[in-house]
Structures are given as structure tokens and as C-alpha cells.
């Protein structure tokens, strides 16, 4: 049975010169533009909250400004800054080891990405931050604090490795997960630092690593230290996890075990198995869409050979199949970061919409078997999600 949208679809687009708002008419074939917001800051993440259909967040960074999230209400119309945007906390007077405090003081670099809370739990999201910083808002993003479970712990040093850059952008806490049949039960990735899990709302963590490969460390299977590049639970299967990551795609299931098993291996080898976005079909828990890149020698960050393609597996990872109809056939020298993929909830003829960075914005109406052209020339697209405005 396929989901009906209880509002207008809409794509909204991140971009290192501002946010983009895309929306759709039924049939997904017209796309009205409004924006840009905050024209020349850099957005690394947009989002919609999916339970009431009108709260749009906006994660920003104005070179001196500093990084910030701003709210609106009315589709963009307007726009309100968050009275309290994400800091880590102060060093205590009383002297003690950096250690014992974990971040405290630390400087927030990047608001990098939002997540909205359970579907219980009005008005809460979650923000992931560089260095790695979990926090949550609980009043629509207006203001926000850490968890302390995970930015004060004394282990935050070791997870993190005290703060230091893990990707070419910094540190980055940038996947957050929460289970819908549980609001206690969390999961996050950092690159680097690896991925882990919450069974009581984020006030303890443990690493959640097995299996995945580090090959960039002394240790290649170490319990923590993994750069995973984006993780996501399943909508169809709150139990089935998968991740993309620095050393290939890995599949998790979570009921049955605590060990990944690397599913990239049955890519292609001429592709390879390295990306940075990986999305879930709405309904299917054994299909996922990843973009692969060329991460050979000095990892270039562009599509193997420069013939961009979209990849889907239909089994849970055992086989994928290239998708590749209307996209460049060569020259196309581009990639697709972390958070600018996404699918709608259409579970027959799936929407999957992704941004380049060359500025262009693509979707297929099919579930990836043909691919039009949304925009082009836009700035460099960090981020691009699928909503339902009402």
C-alpha cells in the first residue's frame, strides 16, 4: 500500500551559500523555488519536522558570525535564530583534568546535523556538532543543550581523540538515529570515532564497531576509531542498520548480533564500495541507495571514472544494480556528500532526490531507474531532504 502525503512534498536544499526550498506539485514533475535563505552562509543541514509539517530548521555558519540554527513557521517567509544555539559547556573554577570534564571548553565549530526527536515527544530534536557534540532541544529548536552522557564523560576524550579533526571539514558528530519504538534508544557516528548506541535517552553509550574496518589504524578492527561517513536506522525495520563508510558499506542487524557485515563487497570492484550517503526505501528494509565515489589513492571525491550512477541493492546487499539513466554518461566530475541524498514515502515508485557538488539538484520518480534534472548552477549542495509541508 502506498503512503499518501498528507501536505506538499517538498526538497529541502543545504548549500555553502545558502538554503533552497523546492516545492513539488503531485505528480513530482514541477518544482517552485523559494530562497535563497541567508544568502552566502553555509548550511550544512535543512529539515522539516515531520510531526507537524510547518517547523523548518536551518543549520548555518557565517564565516565570523560563527554557527548558529535558525526556525521558521511559515515556509521560510520568516525566520527566528535560536535563543540558545549549541555551546559545550565552561571549564569548572576548581581546577581538574580536561579529561574529567570531556568537551567543556571547547568551542562549537559547525552546527552539522539535525534529527528530530521521537514521535512522542513534541518539540525534540537533536543536533550533531564539530568537535563531536551531541545536544537536543526540547522546545522546537529554540534553544539547546548537551547531553551530558556523551559531551562530559571522561571517555569523550578517547572517542573523539580529544576533539582532533577526523575528516577534511574537522571532527564531525553527523548521524543521529532514534528508534521509533523507543526514545531511550539512540544511536550516533562521528568521523572519526566510530558509531555508537543508548539504551537510556543518551545518558551512557557504549561503542557499536565490530566488524568494521579501520584500515587507516594501527589496529584495524579497533573497538572505536572507525570513520564511518553516514549511518542510518531503517523505517521498515527499526533493527536493521547500515552505514557508509571510509572502508566500504556495512549492514547491521541489530536484533541478532552486534558484528557489521561489510555488503559492499559485492560492488562492482571497478566501483568500489566508498561513498558518503546512504538512504533506506521507505518500507522495504532489504533496499538502500548509496552514490559511490572514487576513493582511490589521494581519494579525489569524484565519481569513479567521472560517470556518476546511483547504486541500489534489492537483497540487503548480496547484489546492486547501476542506475544511470539521464545522468552524464562522462566528465562529470562530482560527488554526493553525506546528507544530500534522500527518498520519499512513496513505497511502489519510491522519489529519490540527490544534490552534487556541482550545484545540481537531481530526482527519479521511479526508485532511481530514470533520473531528470530539478535545478543546476545552484552553489555546492550539502544537504537535501525530503519533506511533507502542511
Known amino acids: 500500500m502506498v503512503k499518501k502525503s498528507s501536505g506538499t ?14 516545492e513539488g506539485d503531485a505528480a513530482r514533475k514541477k518544482w517552485k523555488l523559494a530562497g535563497p535563505f541567508f544568502l552566502g552562509q553555509q548550511v550544512h543541514d535543512f529539515r522539516c519536522d515531520p510531526r507537524d509539517g510547518k517547523t523548518l530548521l536551518l543549520t548555518a ?20 535564530e535560536a535563543k540558545a544555539p549549541p555551546r559545550f559547556g565552561t571549564l569548572p573554577k576548581k581546577k581538574k583534568s580536561a579529561r574529567a570534564t570531556g568537551s567543556r571548553g571547547f568551542a562549537v565549530k559547525t552546527d552539522f546535523f539535525l534529527m528530530p526527536g521521537h514521535a512522542s515527544e ?33 571517555q569523550w576524550w578517547d572517542w573523539t581523540r580529544g576533539g582532533s579533526p577526523g575528516s577534511p571539514v574537522g571532527a564531525l558528530l553527523h548521524s543521529i ?24 535517552g543518551g545518558r ?3 561503542p557499536l564497531n565490530k566488524g568494521v574496518l579501520a584500515d587507516f589504524q594501527p589496529e584495524k578492527y579497533p573497538e572505536y576509531g572507525q570513520d564511518p561517513h553516514c549511518m542510518v536506522l531503517h523505517p521498515a ?6 552505514q557508509q563508510n571510509h572502508c566500504g558499506i556495512y549492514r547491521l542487524d541489530r536484533a541478532r548480533t552486534d558484528t557489521w557485515e561489510r555488503i559492499g563487497n559485492h560492488m562492482p570492484k571497478s566501483v568500489g564500495d566508498i561513498g558518503f550517503p546512504v538512504v533506506p526505501h521507505p518500507s522495504d528494509a532489504d533496499t538502500v541507495w548509496v552514490f559511490p565515489m572514487d576513493g582511490t ?40 556528500f553525506r546528507q544530500a541524498m534522500d527518498a520519499d514515502r512513496d513505497e511502489r515508485r519510491t522519489g529519490v532526490y540527490f544534490g552534487t557538488t556541482s550545484g545540481t539538484l537531481w530526482g527519479s520518480r521511479d526508485s532511481g531507474e530514470a533520473w531528470n534534472l530539478l535545478a543546476e548552477h545552484l552553489p555546492r549542495i550539502q544537504s537535501v531532504r525530503v519533506a511533507e509541508l502542511r
Open 297 to 336: 589513492q589521494l581519494w579525489p571525491r569524484t565519481s569513479p571514472a567521472a560517470r556518476p550512477a546511483v547504486y541500489r541493492t534489492r537483497n540487503g546487499g548480496k547484489g546492486w544494480e547501476r542506475l544511470d539513466a539521464g545522468l552524464p554518461r562522462a566528465n562529470a566530475w562530482l560527488t554526493v
Open 61 to 80: 555558519s557565517g564565516g565570523h558570525l560563527g554557527p548558529t540554527i535558525y526556525r521558521s513557521t511559515n515556509r521560510g517567509k520568516t525566520w527566528s
Open 122 to 154: 513534541k518539540g525534540a530534536w537533536y543536533c550533531g556538532t564539530s568537535p563531536s557534540g551531541l545536544f537536543r532541544s526540547e522546545d522546537g529548536g529554540v534553544s539547546w543543550k548537551g547531553v551530558a552522557g556523551f559531551n562530559d564523560t571522561p
Open 177 to 200: 538515529q532514534v528508534d521509533p519504538r523507543d526514545a531511550e534508544h539512540l544511536y550516533l557516528s562521528m568521523s572519526s570515532g566510530g558509531t555508537f548506541e543508548s539504551f537510556d
Open 204 to 206: 551512557h553509550w557504549k
Open 237 to 242: 525495520e527499526p533493527d536493521r542498520l547500515y
Open 9 to 22: 512534498q517538498a526538497l529541502l536544499v543545504g548549500t555553502v551559500k545558502g538554503g533552497f526550498l523546492f
